[in-house]
């Protein structure tokens, strides 16, 4: 692998003398007695010895220039595994890989060992981290902020199909060699307790939170480090703790025992990770968790700026706070309450400040997403801040009268608090209320955002809610995870492109170079095999790289449909036992994905599809032209194998649910060929590769509301339909299950009966017939040769490098500082 003129300071003898030391005094093994995992531990000790100094440097001199910054707030950062990403960062990829082999060991083995630090769900949580990723690399000064869970999302097996869940002790007994403590950062965070009237030495009468017990917030800090430069910026994560065992009023009533339980369960605040995805539930302890990020994060936030020299009226000059979603808004309650209660400003005084220093970021329009907290669980555990929301909405009141005089109609709808049997905080209202910017993350779902969710909000105030289309991390989702393509390109339009992705345009010329072709062509067959291996290795199933590689990889979600992909590879099963002049292609269906724990439906399309797997790649009838694997445990260091191997992406939501998509784009970039709906990101892909490089199918998004509006009737297309019918069919035979029927009719009575909310049946015959084009052009190896070039060569505005300078320019208002 080339790499870019390394960063930091590297001689080899030094270096292999700091793992042997690591080796001995951080893990207790000799070179003789170490083990492969104990000789990852020291390398990773070794480098971030290397990184921990260049992020101190990096917080010196930033602070010394005092220059504006970005904090971005997420519950959220699914970093992925850090050894190999900061070794092309640092430059240090080959040098490190030599100096491991004089140890007598191989880097790509010792890479392995890492457990991928899975500290969010999905697309929200890796773009967190494909943001810090570029901010570093751009040298955009920024701090992330989130939550140090014991346990990350839960790692998936499957069991007779059915997904089992098993805690993720992502750190191991030994802790995770990357990260280092901060103990001088801690924070004190209060809960629950009261509020009270007091009157100030200037004889003011005020209100002050009494908490009624406290817990400890403990930094620990990731380093995030800057592509081919000096930067290393801070991924702060907040352990919490319960300090002092004691609850204070409690123990003041004598309760001793009551009291320290009341602290063994503060404890558990940062313990796990909620495994939902686009669903809310609205527990306690996730609210608690939601508080303990916001406190921590503003505590230190306003730390750095004091210490810098700043005035509290400087604030917003000098620091933006992005909300990453509506999971961390109870910072903006919690600012206010630190700016008048503690630092003594009057509401307008505060104001001006709060509402110019936080921006939020829209992530979903699926009303089960959008989080709504009861009243009366937030007056319990933050009595202060639920007084300031009233406020804040009593003014905000105010204003709606003023637009819009006596429409009690449209009070209700905008009102930041829901009337109702029980009243509702809707944060997404606050939000917006509250904050400078408000942005959607692809330009479809943005107009959305404007359109259906905040249509008054955007009178309101004109100008406030802007676009910014997702991006991905180029250095981790091509330079690292596809070597082979890597080095092509670096061939043709040198090594310049990780840090600036439009230049891949320059490949375009080569789309119709039969050399070339032939060459990518080859380094994705080469990348087919290297996945085939794993697959067989690990599930024990033989792969063909000559079959057509079609991929879907996310969560399980039905807004996602991975039952009509399900329903398509059922499609073909009946196709090619029952229709004598039916062809296909060699096809291998790929899919990756895991279900929240309490989603039975979602469960059972997984145990659908592993049923269904069973059978086909077992059935001599199908002459191996059917292939199926549900690749367990999906995680970023899988999609980092997963996409380089793809020919086909499946981007196939219902029109108008997917926010954006960022697995979309991955896939585009690694030369996958996009099957999708004219929803979120897939219609800029369109854009960009052109209608002729790109398979587009489905209803759009007005006629998915029209279809709705109108009443969707799934049994006019069951009957309509007999390819759809035998498919759905099919669901209800043991043909799957032998000696069971029965057991995966949930989901055709889903379709049928619940109503298909998700319009599965609606698109089915386009997308059948989108798949048969596919077929048809993967057969002419030249046509798909230039086809998969093209999407290669034509992606590179989505780059997170390009999303960041997108917030820098029209958001956050940021200089880059260059480090020495
Ligand atoms: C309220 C809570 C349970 C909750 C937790 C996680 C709600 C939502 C989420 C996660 C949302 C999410 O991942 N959204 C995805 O964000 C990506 C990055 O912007 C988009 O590309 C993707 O379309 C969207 O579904």
Known sequence: ????????????????????????????????????????????????????????ETEKQIAEQNVRSVNYLSLEFLIGRLTGNNLISMGLYEEVSAAVEELGLNLTDLLEEERDPALGNGGLGRLAACF?????????????????????????????GHQVEVPDAWRGIEGYPWEVVRPELGQTVGLFGSVETYTD?????????????????????????????????????????????????????????????????????????????????GKTLRLMQQYFHCACSVADILRRHFAAGNKIEDLAKLESIQLNDTHPTIAIPELMRILIDEHKLGWDAAWAISSKVFAYTNHTLLPEALERWSESLIADMLPRHMEIIFEINHRFMTLVEEKWPGNNEIKRKLSII???????????????????????????????????LFPEFNELFPGRLHNVTNGVTPRRWLKFCNPGLTELVNEKIGTEWPAKLEQLSGLAKFAEDKKFQKRYLAVKKDNKQRFADWV?????????????????????????????NLLHILSLYHRLLNEPTFDMHPRVFIFAAKAAPGYALAKDIIFAINKVADKVNNDPRLGGKLKVVFVPDYRVSLA??????????EQISTAGLEA????????????????????????????????????????????????????HDPYRYYHADSLLRASLDLLNT????????????????????????????????????????????????ATWARKTILNTALVGKFSSDRSIRDYVNNIWKLKAVSVK
């Not at 893990?27 to 531990?41: G, V």
């Open 1 to 56: 692998m080339t790499t870019r003129g390394q960063t930091q300071q590297f001689d080899k003898a030094l270096f292999k003398a700091s793992v042997e030391k690591h080796l001995v005094t951080t893990y207790a093994k000799t070179p003789e007695t170490a083990d492969s995992r104990s000789w990852y531990l020291a390398v990773g000790k070794a480098l971030a010895e290397i990184s921990t100094g260049s992020l101190l």
């Open 132 to 160: 810090m990723d570029s901010l570093a690399a751009q040298e955009y000064p920024a701090v992330g902020y989130g939550l140090h869970y014991e346990y990350g999302l839960f790692s998936q097996s499957f069991e007779g």
């Open 201 to 281: 030495k200037a004889g003011t009468s005020c209100r002050r939170w009494v908490p009624a017990m406290t817990v400890e917030g403990v930094a620990w800090d990731l380093p995030i480090v800057g592509y081919d430069n000096k930067s290393v910026y801070p991924l702060r994560l907040w352990e919490c703790r319960s300090p002092a065992p004691f609850n204070l009023a409690r123990f003041n009533d004598g309760d001793y025992v009551g009291a320290q339980y009341g602290q063994l369960e503060a404890g558990n605040v940062t313990k796990v990770l909620y495994p939902n995805d686009n669903h809310d539930q």
């Open 418 to 452: 829901e009337e109702g049997q029980q009243r509702m905080v809707r944060m997404a209202n606050l939000c917006v209320v509250s904050t400078y910017a408000v942005n959607g993350v692809a330009a479809l779902h943005s107009e959305l955002v404007k359109r259906d």
């Open 536 to 564: 067989q290795d690990n599930m024990g199933i033989e792969l063909d790289t000559n079959a057509i590689f079609d991929v879907q990889i996310k969560r399980l979600h039905e807004y996602k449909r991975q039952h009509l």
């Open 640 to 649: 980092e194998i997963i996409i380089p191997a793809a020919d086909v992406s």
């Open 660 to 711: 954006s998509g960022t697995g979309n784009m991955k896939l585009a970039l690694n030369g996958a060929l996009t099957i999708g709906t004219m929803d979120g990101a897939n219609v800029e892909i369109r854009e960009e590769v052109g209608d002729e490089n790109i398979f587009i199918f489905g209803l759009l998004v007005d006629e998915v509301l029209k279809q709705k509006e109108e009443g």
């Open 734 to 781: 043991d043909e799957f299950t032998p000696g069971n029927p029965g057991q995966l009719s949930a989901i055709r009575q889903n379709l049928l009966d619940g109503g298909d909310p998700y319009l599965v049946l609606a698109d089915f015959a386009d997308y059948v017939k989108a798949h048969e084009k596919i077929d048809a052009e993967y057969r002419d190896q």
